[in-house]
């Protein structure tokens, strides 16, 4: 049960994180001084990988949501349960390490690990409930 609670608790905390970074790019495009530069680059560079830190950290906390709670609430082998929660968990390297790239000028390799990691508990979690006794 562990591992599903906090796939649960780390998606909501995390999207509630990426929500307030999303209102502090609604707050950039209309209500900063320098709103008419940033709109202009809209399409490039660092204002574009703001947006796309954004929409995959929301997108990963959801999956964290929805993972844990699949976990918690399907017949799956404690083994795949830690697996997939701790891949789930892994896999929000990737919004992070978007923002680390532009903000750090860190290396990609958290976006690759993290893409990784999600795409194989997704995979796994799939794979897990197929073989599952589920009535």
């Known amino acids: 049960m562990k591992y599903g609670k906090r796939n649960i608790v780390a ?13 502090g ?10 709103k008419a530069q940033w709109i202009a680059e809209y399409t490039t560079g660092t204002h574009f990988e703001s947006r796309l830190a954004h929409v995959h950290g929301n997108l990963f ?17 404690a083994v795949s349960a830690k697996w997939v929660s701790w891949l789930a968990l892994a896999g929000m390297l990737m919004p992070l390490g978007i923002v680390a790239e532009f903000a750090l000028s860190a290396s990609p390799v958290f976006v690759l690990v993290g893409a990784i990691a999600m795409v194989a508990a997704v995979a796994w979690l799939g794979i897990a409930i197929w073989r599952a006794k589920v009535v």
């Open 11 to 23: 998606g909501l905390l995390f999207l509630a994180v990426f929500m307030l970074y999303g209102f």
């Open 61 to 77: 906390a959801f999956l964290n949501v929805m993972v844990g709670y699949l976990i918690l609430r399907l017949p799956i082998s």
């Open 25 to 34: 790019l609604i707050y950039l495009r209309d209500f900063a001084p320098n």
